[in-house]
Nanobody, 128 residues
Framework: QVQLVESGGGLVQAGGSLRLSCAAS????????MGWFRQAPGKEREFVAS????????YYADSVKGRFTISRDNAKNTVYLQMNALKAEDTAVYYC?????????????????????WGQGTQVTVSS
């Protein structure tokens, strides 16, 4: 079955950087849209970034645009989220998600309901 394993979370000071990784197994990685979502305590899960199967279509939430970069290495079955200029409001559990298929429309890519496979999450804490 599909397995997604996130890593790279931790505690960082405001203004610092972290790089999250998500290693995927049990799937044909190039057939999947990949996304990152996050959930802060007491809040709903929200979209962060997504990347189409070939990296040709990328979306970001407005709150992270210009600070975060999503990328994927199809040879390693891994998707990354480089997070720079971190803010206290970026504190959350970050989840990797995978959706089978080539649909990379904005409405699909930004909705958590579109993704059928999820990782266990990795905690990111930004101290101010």
């Amino acid at each position: 079955q599909v397995q997604l394993v996130e890593s790279g979370g931790g505690l960082v000071q405001a203004g610092g950087s972290l790089r999250l990784s998500c290693a995927a197994s049990g799937l044909t990685f190039t057939r999947y849209l990949m996304g990152w979502f996050r959930q802060a305590p007491g809040k709903e899960r929200e979209f962060v970034a997504s990347i189409s199967w070939n990296g040709g279509t990328i979306y970001y939430a407005d709150s992270v645009k210009g600070r975060f970069t999503i990328s994927r290495d199809n040879a390693k079955n891994t998707v990354y989220l480089q997070m720079n200029a971190l803010k206290a409001e970026d504190t959350a559990v970050y989840y990797c998600a995978a959706r089978q298929g080539l649909d990379s429309r904005s409405s699909t890519s930004r909705s958590s309901y579109s993704f059928e496979n999820w990782g266990q999450g990795t905690q990111v804490t930004v101290s101010s």
